[in-house]
């Protein structure tokens, strides 16, 4: 692998590491504004609406221009969104405009590995891509929560005297800029390359019937369907048990956001032990077998509600992120392999992410809709435990006999 390529997987930590980082910082500024707890989730919703209702029309964006420059335009939305956040706005709002930028950010990351590199590299090049964007999400919940760590940030907005600086949470989200910067600066050095492929029509009524016939081709396909329902039911899942574990962690170990926040990244690593296991295990033949393994994680997800103490929290945390990837990187496969046979790479992608964050959409609605209504943490965890095998065991009865050939 040549420096461009380093320079491309670094600029990537350095944006997924400021994105979630930031979450933790934003919570926390709605806890200083005493806003209500069905906001938490409504952040997110905020930050994920964009890669919705753009989903037709980034994939031409980013084939529209170098990758490289997308990518620095995308990374300049995201600092204003966190500046936006830093001077006043509201957080709601200000995450939202971090998430235009993510959304327009997510294609070009991926799209300029094919472009920039030999065929021959793109396996390793995305196991590369993939294990930092983990370790993103492990050191941005760590960095989060240092950064709003009241014993060791309390004292430095009091002796700094920073102009818009008022309390631990808007120190976070100015260090947070700075990250973005530096993202923003080894964009800039990103290898130039050509574009490679321009799109068809920049009209919006063409991508959206484009995206729309893509869309109802990979749910009438069988092993697109099961494929494409789990893998959207694992991140709906997923970002609404980051939420869950904040809340539960307050209320079973008594931990504040901070050390909540850094609960968090055990499930990332557990995700990250379980990619492993299924990649060394799993073969692309035998997919819909590890359905089975979906169901039994939403019933380890109930063995949180007895837990009292950090240590086997950590381990409960761990092995449900395992499960989770273990069960969701051979359904992922499965998913290209269908799209790529019957649209093409890039327009299923564009499909599976629109799917997967209106899954996410509607999932932390479920969860906003429940904390709104005041219920309490542990019953939330057992509808959402029940949710996810339930749904899981009724496609593992409808899809657990299809097979690949």
């Not at 990979?218 to 869950?244: C, I």
């Not at 990332?268 to 060394?280: D, P, R, T």
Request: proline share 5%; glycine share 8%.
């Amino acid at each position: 692998m040549n420096l461009g390529f380093y320079i491309i997987l670094a600029a990537q930590f350095l944006s997924a590491l400021a994105d979630n980082a930031l979450l933790f910082a934003a919570i926390a500024l709605l806890m200083d504004l005493s806003s209500p707890a069905w906001h938490t989730p409504v952040l997110q919703q905020s930050f994920i609406i964009s890669y919705i209702v753009l989903a037709p029309f980034v994939g031409a964006f980013a084939d529209s221009l170098p990758k490289g420059r997308v990518m620095f335009i995308s990374n300049i939305i995201k600092l204003i969104g966190c500046v936006a956040m830093l001077i006043g706005i509201h957080p709601l709002l200000a995450y939202g405009l971090v998430g235009l930028g993510a959304a327009a950010y997510s294609p070009a990351k991926y799209g300029i590995l094919a472009e920039y590199l030999p065929p021959d590299q793109l396996v390793k090049a995305n196991g590369w891509m993939e294990g930092l964007t983990v370790a993103a999400i492990v050191l941005g919940a760590i960095v989060g929560g240092i950064l709003i760590n009241p014993t060791l940030a309390a004292p430095l907005v009091q002796t700094l005297d920073i102009p818009l600086i008022d309390s631990v949470a808007e120190l976070a989200i100015a260090v947070i800029v700075l990250i973005y910067i530096a993202a923003a600066i080894f964009n800039l050095y990103i290898p130039y390359v050509a574009i490679d492929h321009k799109p068809l029509s920049r009209n919006p009524v063409f991508l959206t019937r484009d995206f729309w016939h893509c869309f109802r081709l990979l749910w009438k396909d069988p092993l697109g369907q099961v494929s494409l329902a789990v893998t959207t039911l694992f991140w709906g899942a997923g970002a609404t048990l980051r939420l869950v574990v904040l809340a539960w962690a307050a209320v079973a170990l008594h931990y504040d956001i901070s050390a909540a926040a850094k609960l968090t990244a055990w499930v990332a690593i557990g995700i990250a032990l379980g990619s492993v296991l299924a990649a060394k295990y799993i073969q692309l033949e035998r997919a819909v077998k590890v359905l089975p393994v979906g169901i039994a994680m939403g019933v380890v997800v109930l063995l949180m509600i007895p837990v009292t103490n950090s240590v086997p929290a950590i381990f409960l945390l761990i092995v449900i992120g395992a499960m989770g990837g273990f069960f969701v990187v051979p359904m992922n496969a499965l998913l290209q392999h269908r799209g790529h046979l019957l649209m093409g790479a890039g327009r299923s992608i564009a499909v599976q992410n629109f799917n997967e964050n209106l899954s996410i959409f509607a999932m932390l609605g479920l969860y906003a809709l429940m904390e709104g209504l005041e219920l309490h943490i542990y019953f939330i965890i057992l509808v959402f435990g029940l949710l996810l095998s339930g749904i899981m065991a009724a496609l593992y009865k409808k899809h657990g006999h299809d097979r690949y050939l």
